[in-house]
């Protein structure tokens, strides 16, 4: 992906695809008296210019995610994808992209429908039960009924990948025409992010390259989940250490299953 700045303030993304090559321009509407010096890294954009930037790479990452779900359930053992653990309900692979590796866990949870454990992974309030780690959780902006833009911040006592770090992200949610439930959850560009919510404190911003859910409905009131993450926290922390770090990231689906059985008890009660 190529970023450019003409002398018309044009946003040029380019994606190349196997032999295909798509070309997204977007006019990022700049506000000078927003910036002190001709390169600061802070850029003032449009509701409207934003809001087509973000459907724009929401959509890359629902593919991204979709992919990544097809290949799993296919086994495609030619799709670059490595399992680091595999039991009868739960698989969790890697694949390089770039400095960092994707994780991929993918579980069977059973008496729990795509609705019941959408509505926990969605719900911001109840981010903290299922991600010790997590301190505040919150809302910047509703760009669509189903496009939001969100603050995610971690304290000291969080574990090191997110020691003291924050996180700027579009949440999208889509659901397909086979029923199948989509989250696409990603960071705004640093200089898009730093324009829209300037750091407040000495936190870190770190950058979640690309993350969701895939869930698929099926029989007996059950589904299958795909979680997908790819995590650069910034700051000094060596490569390796975040990918041996990110293989734990993974494990927070379990922490969600529980809750969305819980919940099942307590509505059926």
């Known amino acids: 992906m190529v970023f450019m700045l003409l002398p018309l303030l044009k946003f040029v993304i380019c994606k190349k695809k196997s032999d295909d090559i798509f070309v997204t321009l977007f006019f990022l509407h700049f506000d ?51 399992i680091v653990l595999l039991d009868s309900c739960m698989e969790i692979s890697k694949r390089r992209s770039g400095s960092f590796h994707i994780f991929r866990s993918r579980w069977l949870l059973k008496s729990v429908s795509p609705q019941q454990f959408i509505s926990v992974a969605n719900a911001i309030d109840a981010a903290k039960q299922w991600d010790p780690d997590l301190v505040e959780a919150r809302y910047i902006k509703d760009l669509e009924e189903n496009l939001s833009i969100i603050r995610l911040r971690f304290g000291d006592a969080s574990r090191p990948l997110f020691k003291n770090r924050e ?97 099942q008890l307590a509505s059926a009660i």
């Open 167 to 263: 996180f700027i992200v579009y949440e999208r949610r889509e659901t397909m025409d086979d029923g199948t439930l989509v989250v696409a959850v990603a960071s705004l560009p640093k200089e898009i992010a730093a324009g829209l919510y300037p750091k407040q404190n000495k936190a870190i911003r770190g950058l979640l390259l690309q993350s969701g859910w895939v869930v698929e409905k099926l029989e007996d009131h059950s589904c299958m989940v795909t979680y997908v993450v790819q995590l650069d926290p910034a700051g000094w922390l060596p490569k390796f250490f975040v990918n041996r770090l990110n293989t734990k990231l993974v494990m927070i689906i379990e922490n969600l299953k529980k809750l969305a059985q819980r919940n």
């Open 32 to 82: 000078a008296m927003s910036s002190p010096a001709p390169c600061s890294s802070t850029w003032s954009i449009s509701e409207d210019s934003l809001k087509r930037y973000v459907q724009y790479a929401s959509e890359n990452c629902i593919q991204e995610l979709l992919s990544a779900s097809d290949s799993s359930r296919n086994g495609n053992g030619n799709d670059g994808w490595k």
